[in-house]
């Protein structure tokens, strides 16, 4: 079944009437072209998801000074990318004590990016050595006096340090303790000690007749 749709197209005015001529459209059928609508792709979704950056080791980490320091490193996924290279800003002197910040940061193919950061403390936690001149345990006979031998002390950071005795030899009969201590220029401090035993001189023999 044909249907048929009227259009105005002209209007003309002769004498006192007014004649309409109308077109007559067919639709729905008969010899009438048709047209194939285009069809548009949706547009490709957008990534704006940063990548995912995985420490190896701990966010914050301390290391002995005067030793040598590694850098555990990182990795990044991302959920288009896959994995994504990761770079380091910022570096540690393991021989300078301080707090240094190391900065990962990785970029996807659409710009997304990701930062993280580990926090490493330098510190000289380690003691410094005394070590004695002499034996820890020295005897001597009362009235002979004690004469000082003393002690030197180094340190892995600092090297040589002053040493302080604190203690004294008395000349009667006795145990006497005597103390040693350096510290070093990170407060650590250590000390030792070396007795000193005065034994009562010997008397004389009873004279003979």
Request: charged share 15%.
């Given at each position: 079944?044909?249907?048929?749709?009227?259009?105005?197209?002209?209007?003309?005015?002769?004498?006192?009437?007014?004649v309409?001529?109308?077109?007559?459209?067919?639709?729905?059928?008969?010899?009438?072209?048709?047209?194939?609508p285009?069809?548009?792709?949706?547009p490709?979704?957008?990534?704006?998801?940063?990548?995912?950056i995985?420490?190896?080791?701990?966010?914050?980490?301390?290391?002995?000074?005067?030793?040598d320091?590694?850098?555990?490193?990182?990795?990044?996924?991302?959920?288009?990318?896959?994995?994504?290279?990761?770079?380091?800003s910022?570096?540690?002197?393991?021989?300078?004590?301080?707090?240094?910040?190391?900065?990962?940061?990785?970029?996807?193919?659409?710009?997304?990016?990701?930062?993280?950061?580990?926090?490493?403390?330098?510190?000289?936690?380690?003691?410094?050595?005394?070590?004695?001149?002499?034996?820890?345990?020295?005897?001597?006979?009362?009235?002979?006096?004690?004469?000082?031998?003393?002690?030197?002390?180094?340190?892995?950071?600092?090297?040589a340090?002053?040493?302080?005795?604190?203690?004294?030899?008395?000349?009667?009969?006795?145990?006497?303790?005597?103390?040693?201590?350096?510290?070093?220029?990170?407060?650590?401090?250590?000390?030792?000690?070396?007795?000193?035993?005065?034994?009562?001189?010997?008397?004389?023999?009873?004279?003979?007749?």
């Amino acid at each position: 079944m044909v249907s048929l749709r009227s259009t105005p197209v002209a209007f003309v005015r002769l004498a006192s009437s007014l004649v309409i001529f109308l077109a007559l459209t067919a639709c729905g059928g008969g010899g009438g072209g048709s047209s194939t609508p285009t069809v548009t792709p949706p547009p490709a979704p957008v990534d704006t998801t940063a990548p995912v950056i995985s420490l190896e080791g701990d966010a914050e980490m301390t290391v002995e000074q005067g030793t040598d320091f590694t850098d555990p490193g990182a990795s990044a996924t991302d959920d288009t990318d896959g994995t994504v290279s990761v770079s380091v800003s910022g570096s540690v002197d393991a021989s300078t004590a301080g707090t240094y910040t190391l900065t990962y940061t990785a970029t996807d193919a659409a710009g997304n990016e990701a930062s993280a950061e580990r926090v490493v403390t330098v510190e000289d936690t380690t003691d410094p050595v005394i070590t004695l001149n002499g034996d820890a345990a020295i005897t001597i006979v009362e009235g002979d006096g004690y004469s000082e031998l003393g002690a030197s002390a180094s340190d892995n950071i600092d090297g040589a340090l002053t040493v302080t005795i604190s203690g004294t030899v008395g000349s009667e009969p006795g145990v006497y303790t005597l103390t040693y201590s350096a510290v070093d220029a990170a407060g650590n401090a250590v000390s030792i000690e070396r007795s000193v035993t005065v034994e009562a001189a010997p008397t004389g023999g009873d004279g003979g007749g």
